[in-house]
């Protein structure tokens, strides 16, 4: 989540209108042959990580039945992007983006091979799956900087707001389809879901790395260093609405995480198996498409961080219904209300994060950012797994969308530059 104001003060009033595409020329974007490549590699990939994701909660919930298991799902994952953070940015920012990506899917490629075939031998502890999902997550932390870094190289500025809202899509797409076929697919073969899922992983490094090499990129120039490393850092401490923005997401979605326990709902608590699972992975993703639609139609113009602060409130409100809910509809339902408002985020903090950061860095911010995502997501299903182990599933979820809403009214609070913020014009 993030919104824009260049020294977070007084003269908001007067600022321009963000740099949008005019509402006939949204799918634009799309006849940049360079960019199509790049959205077609992000969705293979993010469909993939789908399919794999819904495998593997499955499998793991069924191996051992521990909610707090799930909960390390997300952590094994989570931890490579922390513990590598100042190496991603920097390698964003001194080698080519693309051919990072690349390198990154195919190392993502036979780590689901590897649990294709230790599915195949049989598993009798989740450990082996683990030290996959931990090569899995080293080959996130490069990717995830280099390709929110490579799309302001695809395209103009002029485009490139239209282009963060529709490379967010590529991700929410995948996340309607990649879980109801991960669920449908692992109903009928775990073979066949991980098979799929390194096949996608495949094509997605095929494509990106037929990208053509950008005409100009800035590269790094100064030495390799732990004060160059740690630029990233640095940037978003000075900008304190990106720091607030950026916070906020993390703490919201630290707490109103609820992905880790579908598992326990749809064996448990719901009662609909592997289908309903991947339609519960997919209900927040049915949400964020809807928005990212209404989005490219209607961007944000005014009052961006009001807007902010109101969505995330929701997305806490909407956590605590699906926590409390035993139907199905009402389940789903709440989720992609949920998917909607935290899309809402994701796009402000996006636009900002690239329209804000000069190339020169933009790497080192973007794994600073990858690391506040991945908390975000990953740490807060070792959240909820936690708690769910303590106090149950249904009281964890539902006292951590509480906890969401609180953490919107604190921030409101704490960063009065971003309640104030109005539009998403970038400085540099």
Do not use: C
């Not at 020294?7 to 006939?24: D, I, K, M, R, T």
């Not at 935290?342 to 690391?371: C, F, H, K």
């Amino acid at each position: 989540m993030a919104i824009e104001d260049a020294n977070g003060a007084s003269a908001q009033s007067e600022a321009p209108s963000p740099v949008v595409p005019p509402v006939e020329d949204r799918f634009a974007v799309f006849r940049n042959d360079r960019f199509l490549r790049y959205w077609l590699a992000r969705f293979a990939g993010a469909f993939a990580t789908q399919i794999v994701a819904v495998s593997v909660g499955w499998q793991v919930y069924a191996l051992t039945r521990d909610p707090l298991i799930l909960g390390l799902v997300g952590l094994s994952q989570f931890l490579p992007s922390l513990v590598l953070v100042l190496v991603t940015g920097a390698a964003a920012d001194r080698y080519p983006r693309r051919l990072i990506m690349g390198i990154a899917a195919i190392v993502e490629a036979g780590a689901v091979a590897a649990l294709l075939l230790l599915t195949w031998h049989g598993l009798a502890s989740p450990v082996p799956i683990f030290a996959v999902l931990a090569v899995i997550g080293v080959a996130r932390a490069f990717f995830g900087p280099a390709s929110s870094s490579l799309v302001v190289n695809l395209v103009g500025k002029e485009q490139l707001a239209g282009a963060i809202a529709w490379n967010s899509s590529s991700w929410q797409i995948a996340s309607v389809l990649g879980p109801v076929a991960g669920g449908l697919l692992y109903g009928v073969s775990a073979y066949l879901a991980y098979s799929i899922g390194a096949v996608l992983f495949a094509l997605a490094a095929v494509l990106v790395l037929s990208i053509p090499a950008p005409a100009e990129r800035s590269r790094a120039a100064e030495p390799a260093s732990l004060q160059s490393m740690a630029a990233g850092f640095g940037f978003i401490w000075g900008e304190k609405v990106v720091l607030g923005a950026i916070s906020l997401d993390l703490f919201a979605v630290l707490l109103g995480g609820a992905v880790a326990l579908m598992p326990v709902y749809a064996s448990d608590i719901l009662h609909v198996g592997p289908w309903g699972l991947g339609l519960l992975r997919a209900a927040p993703g049915v949400g964020a498409v809807l928005t990212v639609i209404w989005l490219t139609r209607h961007p944000i113009r005014d009052h961006a961080g009001l807007i902010m602060f109101g969505f995330v409130a929701v997305f806490g409100a909407f956590t605590t219904v699906f926590g409390l809910s035993a139907m199905p509809w009402l389940s789903i339902g709440a989720l992609a209300v949920m998917g909607g408002a935290d899309m809402i985020s994701v796009y402000v903090r996006e636009t900002l994060m690239q329209l804000w950061t000069p190339d020169d860095v933009r790497g080192r911010v973007n794994a600073v950012n990858s690391v506040f995502v991945g908390a975000s997501n990953e740490l807060g299903e070792f959240r909820a797994g936690l708690m769910a182990s303590w106090i149950g599933a249904v009281p964890a979820v539902a006292l951590g969308g509480m906890a969401t809403v609180g953490v919107a009214a604190l921030w409101a609070w704490m960063f009065p530059e971003l309640r104030r913020a109005r539009t998403l014009e970038g400085r540099h």
